[in-house]
């Protein structure tokens, strides 16, 4: 991960010229990131609402939610920041591919953007409701069980399902 020192900038404040540490968040300028996808939530198809807001706080928490919203947008092929976008493209989109399951991989892979790639995942999983996500929270509180596990476990695991 990126230090304040790493991305620190000269900042001139007024007519004081005080320099200061600044953090630079540009998400087309490839950081000293280095940061590998969280693999505690892996895409099964089933589990979308989970996986999409632990990779949106993951990718946000790099500064690089643009490439998937659209927002940092992809220059001309032959302009001079083409490269540095593309390697930040395919970082992003490396994230959102390694955090599937091996079996749905091959629907995504092929797609050229990280955006294309975020928005066919949503397109294909998520229903437009929460009907399917409360069936799912229903049967996973009817299923578990204390099973000896400490009360403070199981609480957490009751609560993480609420």
Request: no cysteine.
């Given at each position: 991960m990126a230090s304040l020192e790493d991305s620190a900038v000269l900042?001139?404040?007024?007519?004081?010229?005080?320099?200061?540490?600044?953090?630079?968040?540009?998400?087309?300028?490839i950081q000293n990131d280095?940061?590998?996808?969280?693999?505690t939530v892996k895409l099964n198809g089933s589990n979308y609402p989970l996986w999409s807001k632990v990779l949106e706080m993951h990718i946000a928490g790099r500064g690089r939610k643009g490439f998937v919203t659209g927002s940092?947008?992809?220059?001309?092929?032959?302009s001079?920041?083409?490269e540095t976008w593309e390697t930040g493209n395919a970082i992003v989109k490396g994230w959102l591919i390694n955090s599937m399951e091996?079996?749905?991989?091959?629907?995504f892979i092929h797609l050229r953007t990280a955006k294309e790639v975020w928005?066919?995942?949503?397109?294909?999983?998520?229903?437009?409701?929460?009907?399917?996500?409360?069936?799912?929270?229903?049967v996973k509180s009817f299923r578990l069980r204390q099973e000896g596990r400490?009360?403070?476990?199981?609480?957490?695991?009751?609560?993480?399902?609420?």
């Open positions: 900042k001139l404040e007024g007519s004081s010229r005080t320099p200061t540490n600044t953090p630079v968040l540009n998400p087309v300028v280095a940061s590998a996808v969280p693999n940092t947008e992809e220059p001309a092929e032959n001079a920041g083409y091996p079996a749905i991989i091959g629907f928005e066919e995942v949503a397109r294909t999983y998520y229903d437009g409701s929460d009907i399917s996500q409360i069936y799912e929270l229903k400490p009360v403070g476990v199981y609480y957490a695991d009751l609560k993480s399902v609420w």
